[in-house]
């Protein structure tokens, strides 16, 4: 019996996991372009994940809601890139922490403003009925949850693998210099991969919402957790942020049933002091090697 | 097709190029000599866009491409095989020759298929790079990853290419296979400018050639002409 609660409390926290993953995933993609991430990216998901809610309160089906949530999301990276990250970059400065941090802030009361404080449940037309398997329970929503993450994640890199534009977004993560010499813009490709983090960001938000409610406040718990992964993990390695964010998600959900909820944070906190004490770089990430 | 006039550019307060002016003629191979310091690889980083000229003109193919981004010249024609080779190092060696053709080829599919003639072409020329095509560039040794910086400036099937140091970091026998390579092109007819610290190996396979001194040429003329400037033979082919 006893196995069967762990298992159980395993398998709903690796599915918190994969989007914990799914958020560091997309810190990951700017960072190999520009070096640079969106702090506000919390609020990118809570206002996806709004946006998202308010496309099917208007009456839109839930299949289409996804496409015109993730536009929003790509939308939103863009304004990000465009407003908080380009100059500071072109000035070879780090104004961007400070300001993607504002742009959270700013995203957080717009939330407030437009929407309210109260928290919402998300509908959604897959099941919450809770399916047996091997004595497990698990929902088809959870279920979705997995397929969702591990989709966005598949095509972003078979984009980046397959397609020359996909190759020019890797040229510009390890040369950008020499990238431009081949006639690929540096910016569009920061763009491009703002875009996409931000597609990602709605994408963790559309998912996440069934489960846990939508409301201004939502991010923070995240995202706290998607650095985590992300540090942890390293920030070039897709493989590495599913297994860490796996790992971290289960930890978390077996602290919270053993020692109590108000313990829920700890693992992901200490491994992220181990990993910056330890492994700066990341379990998974490439201790940079240079050949004089 | 590649006229500089009168070029300044330098790096925030302290300015290295004072002034060249050069021409590299179609069909030509120019070399660009001088001693370390001189200026020639911050002339050919103006050149290329890579760092803003603040003065001066550059003509490719009678257009004036100064102050635009390094990528605006690239599509226009233009290919720098940089100081240091600086190849993709964790891609492969097919897709840093691909990534050259990048300005010319579909973005998403089909790329591979249309880019197909000119990697035939390259792999003709650099067996080597053949063999190791789905190898990381990375890991390549410095003589191969100088024939794939070569082959990925051929790849953009460019009106001018610059090419910087090509012997740096090479064993005296791979230097010689490169300098093999470059006179095999010559006879492709390329144009191209060479900046490169052996003069001699250099001004064997140029057509013409300027001397570079304190951000400005020095000394000008075909190899016969400079190899009767005593000046010339005292400081650089001595």
């Known amino acids: 019996m006893n196995s069967l609660i762990i298992a159980q409390m395993a398998v709903s926290g690796a599915l918190m996991g994969l989007v914990y993953a799914l958020i560091a995933y997309g810190f990951q993609l700017t960072f190999a372009t520009s070096k640079s991430i969106n702090f506000g990216q919390g609020e990118l998901v809570m206002l996806s994940a709004f946006f998202s809610l308010t496309l099917l309160n208007l009456g839109a089906p839930y299949w289409l809601m996804i496409p015109g949530g993730l536009l929003f999301g790509v939308v939103m990276g863009l304004v990000v890139e465009r407003a908080c990250v380009r100059l500071t970059l072109e000035q070879k400065s780090e104004g961007w922490i400070l300001l993607t941090i504002i742009f959270g802030l700013l995203g957080f009361s717009a ?25 497990i329970n698990v929902t088809p929503v959870e279920i979705s949850v ?20 996909g190759k020019a977004f890797e040229a510009v993560s390890a040369d950008r210099d020499a990238a431009e010499l081949m006639g690929i813009s540096a910016t569009h490709t920061i763009m491009l991969s703002y875009g996409l983090s931000g597609m990602v960001a709605a994408m963790a938000g559309i998912l ?85 | ?122 792999y003709n020329l650099f067996p080597r790079l053949r063999e190791r095509r789905l190898q990381a560039a990375g890991t390549l040794s410095g003589g191969e990853q100088q024939m794939l910086a070569i082959g990925r400036a051929l790849m953009a099937d460019p009106k001018v290419i610059l090419l910087d140091e090509p012997s740096m970091g090479l064993a005296p026998v791979i230097v010689q296979e490169v300098f093999g390579i470059l006179r095999r092109l010559k006879e492709q ?21 300027y001397v570079m001194d304190h951000g400005r040429i020095a000394v000008e003329g075909t190899p016969a002409e400079l190899h009767r400037n005593e000046k010339v033979i005292a400081a650089y082919l001595g």
């Open chain 1, 208 to 292: 996440i919402s069934p489960i846990t409610t939508v409301g201004p406040t939502m991010a923070s718990a995240l995202i706290l957790k998607a650095f985590s992964v992300a540090v942890v993990a390293g920030l070039d390695s897709g493989f590495g942020v599913v297994v860490i964010g796996i790992l971290i998600g289960v930890l978390e959900s077996l602290t919270s049933y053993y020692l109590g909820s108000g313990w829920r944070e700890t693992p992901g906190l200490l491994l992220l002091i181990l990993a910056l004490a330890i492994r700066p770089n990341g379990v998974f990430g490439k201790v940079s090697i240079r050949k004089v």
């Open chain 2, 189 to 209: 007819g390329i144009t191209l400018l060479l900046v490169e610290q052996f003069a001699k190996s250099a001004l064997e396979v140029a057509d013409y050639a």
């Open chain 2, 1 to 122: 097709m590649l006229q500089v006039e009168n070029l300044r550019a330098g790096y925030g307060a302290s300015e290295v190029l004072v002034g060249a002016s050069l021409h590299v003629k179609q069909g030509m191979i120019v070399a660009l000599i001088g001693a370390n310091g001189a200026g020639k690889t911050t002339t050919m980083r103006a050149i290329s866009g890579m760092i803003k000229p603040t003065q001066g003109t550059v003509l490719l193919n009678g257009k004036a491409v100064q102050g635009m981004s390094a990528s605006q010249i690239a599509r226009l024609g233009l290919a720098h095989a940089p100081e240091g080779r600086k190849v993709f190092g964790p891609l492969s060696v097919e897709d840093n020759l691909l990534l050259g053709a990048y300005h010319r080829l579909p973005g998403f599919l089909g790329f591979h298929a249309m880019a197909a003639p000119d990697l035939e072409k390259i």
């Open chain 1, 146 to 165: 997995a397929i969702g993450v591990f989709a966005v994640m598949g095509v972003i890199e078979l984009f980046k693998r397959k397609t020359l534009l």
């Open chain 1, 111 to 135: 939330a407030e403003n437009i929407w309210g404080r109260d928290d919402r449940p998300f509908p959604s037309p897959i099941s919450s009925d809770a399916l047996h398997i091997l004595g």
